[in-house]
């Protein structure tokens, strides 16, 4: 009896298919294991495929729809893997971060946005351009002490698990800028590595808004 195929890059070539919804037909080239991903995410939405690709359509603003699909994919596929890695009881660090009052983003070990709550959309004020998928330097900039780079290795590694940073966000007329703290959450498999940025829009809270600080992050 032959071996089964295995999975390689050959058996995840870019599949063209055509889906339809509201009279619209949508062509569109991924590969197998995207178009997997987006079957489960409409799945989850109790939507047919058409419906679901059509309404990311009519979102979409930009010039590339077929990368567009895939980031959007890459990031469901890193929130369920950081609930599966963080996850303490019912509770995982990206549902901290996207319940806090205070503004937060998941990170991940490439420095890529994977989530941020809706408290860092407020301090962004008027300029809420989509920042998940981003790197996140190219979202807001970092002024460190020491290289960005050997901080963000050293959390990785463990040898720190906190690091202070000061943030600024430049938009024509207007700078954001505040202190904020990175936080390595811990994670369960070897290799993996998440972090929460945490911005300080009060660094001296009282009373009521000293309640609503950023979780303290504990390994399970």
């Known amino acids: 009896m032959p071996d089964a195929p295995k999975p390689g890059p050959r ?12 009279n619209r037909r949508f062509s569109i080239r991924l590969e197998p294991i995207f178009w997997q991903q987006l079957e489960r995410q409409a799945a989850r939405k109790n939507l047919r495929l058409g419906k679901y690709v059509g309404e990311l359509a009519g979102a979409f603003t930009g010039k590339n729809f077929s990368s567009y699909l895939r980031v959007l994919c890459m990031l469901d596929s890193e929130h369920d893997l950081a ?16 319940t806090a009052f205070t503004p937060g983003l998941l990170i991940s070990r490439y420095r890529t946005i994977i989530a ?29 002490r020491r290289p960005l780079n050997d901080i963000w290795l050293d959390l990785i590694a463990g040898t720190i698990v906190s690091a202070e940073v000061n943030i600024l966000h430049v938009v024509p007329g207007r700078v954001l800028a505040a202190p904020a703290r990175f936080v390595a959450a811990p994670a369960r498999g070897e290799g993996e590595f998440y972090a929460v940025l945490w911005i300080s829009t009060n660094p001296r809270p009282t009373g009521e808004l000293a309640a609503r600080q950023p979780p303290r992050i504990q390994a399970s």
């Open 83 to 98: 609930r599966a890695s963080l996850t303490s009881g019912r509770t995982s660090i990206l549902d901290l971060v996207l």
């Open 11 to 22: 058996l995840q070539e870019p599949k063209p298919r055509v889906v339809q919804y509201d």
């Open 116 to 144: 941020y709550n809706a408290a860092f959309l407020a301090w962004l004020g008027r300029d809420r351009r989509p920042a998940a998928g981003s790197e996140l330097t190219s979202v807001v900039q970092l002024r460190t």
